[in-house]
């Protein structure tokens, strides 16, 4: 008898974890190129669905932690919000590919997002830009940042593009007119050629070397700007033996004028009058201290017409004053005596004696009467010229091309109406918003004086600030700060260009270079990277310079310099870096702004 095998009853299989639901669309969506110049590129995209949408039961939401960016498959950056502008080592005319991917603070990455094709612009310059349709509500390309940022500043940090680009133009103007004066804290402070701390009453390089600091590290470098403006309207000499004391007091009465956060009714005539009866570095240049009722002094009352106020002549041609009312103005001018008594308490103070005022009657520019300083500066700033005279000035220092007539009417007007009282903001407001300021975006058109192309390289590339190498660097460009080649100040346009000049503002950068390479306790050559191509090293250059506005000539003569340059030991690899810097702000692209 056979028995049949019988079964127990049957276990249950194990029972298979059900698969969580995927993500839902976890990538990063719409990735797209905001903007794309030859210095960078800004990117923007959507979140994943997942962090947008409430997901379905059962599924999980994707909390965006950080976002990597990709760049031909190697990570360029990371960014907590849905965009980023990639801004190392591209070349003009390249072409990239770009991705995007989301990470989860555990480290749990998302998808890639699709790629997206880009092609680096050979010109920062937006094809299309132009002046003509610029109005104060133009929302800024890159050019128009730059071009402001040089004209107002010293050039614009990637942080002032970023913050800027596709903002009104009317935005950054009241910013630049009405932001409080600050300074970055020091991240290497300057030093003397001994390495020790500048003290501007020592020597006449740490004089200098005290206002390039201010001027390095004003966040607001349209203050410092106008501050320097003012040294080359109303211009001194410390070369003609004005003590260091008093030009300090000088330059920071001269600030006053310029910074319109705290003084916003700044007028031009308490200025005139300021320094006329109350500062001493000027009294002392041009003899006002001297001028008395027994020995009038003219020096002062001359310039005060003909280079601070009037001009020699009116738009016709015709002479503005006379010698007798040089002579009658000097009269109204004594009566200020400067204390020069170095161990006095009243030390570089002017103050006032009747006993060398002369206080008979006086004609001064067609009227008569007992006039005082007070009463002589306000005849003189009355006068027709005056405001043509200002006007013209300032629209020089910021715009390339003579101001057309009737935009000179118009800013004459708005300075000298009686509600305004020759208030210098709303004529600086008309002058930086004016649609000629953007011409020739694709080309600057103005020479950069030489202190701007100084203090531009030192804020673009992070130098510090030791010993006499940048004073002389400025002395060899022909723009020493407190040593004018004369009264009238510095001339400016061309007449920075010559053929001593142009060697010594290429020199400018290299003397930069070698204090920020080592020549600065604690600094060290730049470093070199042996697997870098010389596409990367442009672009490396390129970066460490602030990408400047380069020419499409240029660019390609850099880069064939880059391909070509030799490359087999660290020292020939950092000489192709220092090379490509100096070229890049030390060329004649970078002598326009």
């Given amino acids: 008898m056979v028995l049949e095998a019988t079964r127990g009853p049957r276990k249950p299989a194990p029972r298979r974890p059900r698969p969580r ?33 409430r997901p379905r039961p059962g599924h999980r939401r994707f909390h965006v932690h950080v976002y990597r960016i990709f760049r031909d498959g190697k990570v360029v ?32 990455a998302g998808s890639r997002s699709r790629l997206l094709l880009v092609e680096v612009a050979t010109s920062s310059c937006v ?39 596709g903002r009104p133009v009317s935005g950054l103007v009241e910013w630049l007119l009405g932001t409080p004066q600050s300074y970055t804290s020091h991240a290497l402070a300057p030093l003397t050629d001994a390495n020790g701390l500048i003290d501007p009453l020592v020597t006449n390089t740490e004089l200098v070397l005290e206002w390039l600091d201010r001027m390095q590290r004003a966040e607001n470098p349209f203050f410092e700007r106008m501050n320097f403006f003012w040294h080359r309207h109303w211009a001194v000499s410390r070369l003609d033996g004005v003590p260091a004391a008093f030009l300090l007091a000088y330059r920071d009465r001269l600030q006053r004028y310029g910074d319109f956060a705290t003084n916003p009714t700044a007028s031009f005539g308490p200025l005139a009058l300021e320094m006329t009866t109350e500062d001493a570095a000027m009294s002392y240049f041009l003899n006002g201290y001297e001028n ?69 009657v006086k004609t001064i520019l067609g009227q008569t009467g007992a006039f005082d300083a007070a009463q002589a500066v306000q005849i003189v ?9 200002i006007v013209n000035k300032l629209w020089s220092e910021f715009i390339a091309t003579p101001i057309p007539p009737a935009t000179l009417a118009e800013l004459v007007t708005v300075y000298t109406a009686p509600a305004n009282g020759l208030a210098l903001l709303p004529l600086l407001r008309g002058i930086l918003s004016h649609p000629l300021i953007f011409e020739s975006l694709c080309e600057p058109n103005l020479v950069k004086p030489p202190i ?79 697997k870098e191509t010389w596409e990367q090293a442009y672009g490396r250059a390129y970066e460490s310079v602030g990408a400047p506005w380069l020419s499409t000539q240029t660019q390609a003569l850099l880069l064939a310099y880059a391909r070509a340059a030799p490359a087999s030991t660290p020292s020939l690899r950092r000489q192709r870096i220092y090379s490509l810097q100096a070229s890049m702000l030390g060329g004649p692209d970078g002598q326009v702004m």
């Avoid at 030859?38 to 997942?50: H, K, N």
């Avoid at 700033?381 to 005279?389: I, K, M, T, V």
Wanted: positive net charge; aromatic residues 10%.
């Fill in 381 to 389: 700033l009355a006068q027709p010229s005056h405001g043509p005279h």
């Fill in 292 to 360: 008395n009722k027994v020995h009038p002094n003219e020096n002062y009352a001359r310039e005060f017409m003909e280079l601070f106020c009037i001009g020699a002549t009116n738009a016709a041609g015709a002479a503005n004053y006379s010698q007798t009312d040089v002579e009658q103005l000097a009269r109204a001018f004594t009566g200020w005596s400067l204390n020069n008594t170095v161990t006095s308490p009243a030390y570089g103070q002017v103050s006032f004696r009747p006993s060398v005022y002369d206080g008979g």
């Fill in 77 to 108: 950056g990371h960014s907590a919000h849905p965009r980023f502008t990639d801004r190392r080592g591209l070349i003009p005319g390249a072409r990239h590919r770009y991705a995007v991917r989301a990470y989860q603070r555990t480290g749990r």
């Fill in 21 to 53: 639901p995927p993500l839902a669309a976890d990538a990063p969506a719409a990735l797209r190129a905001r903007l794309v110049t030859a210095s960078f590129v800004a990117l923007e995209w959507e979140p994943p669905r997942a962090a947008r949408v």
């Fill in 127 to 165: 094809a299309g830009s132009s002046r003509a349709s610029i109005t104060q509500a133009t929302r800024m390309t890159q050019e128009m940042v730059d071009r402001l940022f040089w004209r107002a500043g010293f050039g614009p940090s990637p942080a002032d593009r970023e913050d800027w680009i």
């Fill in 452 to 530: 701007v192309h100084m203090v531009g390289i030192l804020r673009a590339m992070g130098v510090p600030l030791k010993g006499a190498s940048l004073p002389t660097a400025l002395n060899n460009m022909q723009q020493l700060p407190y040593s004018p080649p004369n009264v009238s100040g510095w001339e400016g346009g061309l007449s920075w260009l010559n053929s001593g000049t142009a060697d010594a503002r290429f020199n400018a950068v290299v003397r930069a270079q070698s204090i920020l390479y080592g020549g600065y306790p604690g600094t060290a050559p730049v470093k070199d990277l042996p």
